[in-house]
């Protein structure tokens, strides 16, 4: 065993040794993440099961329906935009939030929405965590992928580890480069008050920052949709010039003005990205007060979800042969279920804790799930609640639904996961079970 590892393992052990003797609590045990000690602390709120998922790669495996969609996207923009897709997922709250403008107040940095490691480390929420540092190294354009954290609700749409890929592009001030093919999707009113532009700029700069950005994505949908519609097993899917588009005002704190871009697909208008001009204060800090430019993000999951027809966002991390042995690298291929096996269904009802102690927050409880259950917690839903005429105190009941991707499972192993769930809820979550 190399060395260093082996001095870091005994290490480890001895400090978790001297803090259980000290009744220290061990939130998931002490933190072990590429080769580096992070010791608990009050903020820490990270388990073993989201520890497990750092350094899978999914996005760097190039017969992966998330590699294959990083792929397109690096394809479509090409060799001027440098790509990033290693970077260590172990920020600064610093990076991650007052890097981007994100207020002291904003729900986002909370122990219920984030991951945190320590008061000083945490899991990044977004891969703009890292757009400063880029900027500051000198790259004007570039993409970077990776696999962000956040705290969320279960069910076949979320997971509390998902994809996502930044894009940024700088120009010199006053010499905004054109777009070769101009922007055609509806776009709301010319930036107003409740999404401006920012009063730094010269008001033809950032429009044309915006035409750029606008131009640069819109293309970069119809890209992916005509590479989805050119491996289509049954011409169901878009074609390129069939992509229908449009713009719509956003909020975010590290753009302005900001847009989302949503694609018309199944009758319905599906979100694809966020993006906007990156706030000049971003660009100051990075070293970079003379210039101008855009940046987007957008989530491989919902995307590969949809163009692959991938029903449930647990599969993207299934080993399973019969997920993975469907897909190759640069080709879209429609997935093929599994036979289905059945679900298994568990009630919890519990008292809200008073309002004098730490207030109940769902994602505790889906998180708790999540570390009892792993990937067999396929939905977890508020079913009832009712506050008591007399005492006043607030009922929940959550329906769980337990469900394999691929095997079978008993009723005699998930009375056990819902024994430990019930077990753990009253000192993890401060309840009283009924």
């Not at 396929?378 to 009712?386: I, M, N, R, S």
Request: glycine residues 6%.
């Amino acid at each position: 065993m190399d060395q260093r590892l082996l001095q870091l393992i005994r290490r480890m052990q001895l400090l978790h040794h001297q803090m259980r003797a000290r009744g220290m609590p061990l939130v998931g045990r002490l933190n072990v993440c590429r080769c580096r000690l992070y010791p608990p602390d009050a903020q820490t709120n990270v388990t073993r099961s989201i520890l497990s998922r750092v350094g899978r790669g999914l996005h760097q495996q190039p017969a992966h329906p998330l590699g294959i969609m990083a792929g397109f996207i690096r394809e479509y923009f090409g060799a001027r935009y440098a790509y990033h897709d290693a970077i260590s997922p172990i920020v600064s709250p610093a990076a991650n939030f007052e890097s981007l403008c994100f207020p002291a107040d904003h729900p986002g940095r909370s122990r219920s929405d984030s991951y945190y490691l320590n008061r000083d480390w945490m899991l990044r929420t977004h891969t703009s965590a890292h757009q400063a540092e880029l900027i500051r190294g000198g790259n004007d354009r570039f993409l970077l992928t990776a696999d962000v954290y956040r705290r969320d609700e279960i069910d076949r749409t979320h997971y509390p580890v998902f994809h996502q890929v930044e894009g940024v592009c700088l120009f010199p001030q006053h010499a905004v480069e054109a777009p070769s093919t101009p922007a055609t999707a509806a776009s709301p009113a010319n930036a107003c008050d409740t999404n401006p532009r920012q009063p730094c700029y010269r008001r033809e700069d950032s429009m044309a920052v915006e035409e750029h950005l606008k131009a640069s994505l819109e293309g970069m949908v119809r890209h992916l949709f005509a590479r989805a519609a050119s491996h289509s097993v049954d011409g169901a899917a878009h074609t390129s010039s069939e992509v229908q588009m449009r713009w719509v005002d956003a909020y975010f704190p590290f753009t302005s003005p900001s847009y989302e871009l949503e694609v018309w697909y199944n009758e319905q208008w599906m979100e694809i990205l966020g993006c906007g001009v990156i706030n000049h204060s971003i660009l100051e800090r990075a070293g970079r007060p003379d210039a101008i430019g855009w940046a987007f993000g957008i989530g491989l999951e919902r995307l590969a979800m949809a163009l692959f027809r991938i029903p449930d966002i647990r599969l993207f991390w299934s080993e399973d042969a019969r997920f993975l042995g469907q897909f190759s690298p640069a080709k879209v291929t429609h997935f093929r279920p599994f036979s289905p096996y059945p679900s298994c269904t568990k009630d919890i009802s519990f008292w809200l804790p008073p309002a004098t102690t730490a207030p109940f927050h769902p994602n505790d409880l889906f998180e708790l799930v999540r570390d009892m259950a792993g990937d067999l917690v396929e939905d977890v839903k508020l079913v009832d609640q009712f506050v008591h005429p007399k005492t006043g105190r607030e009922s929940h009941c959550y329906r769980i639904m337990y469900r394999s991707m691929d095997r079978n499972v008993t009723n005699e192993e998930i009375n056990d996961i819902q024994a430990r769930v019930r077990e753990h809820a009253p000192k993890r979550l401060q309840v009283e079970l009924r």
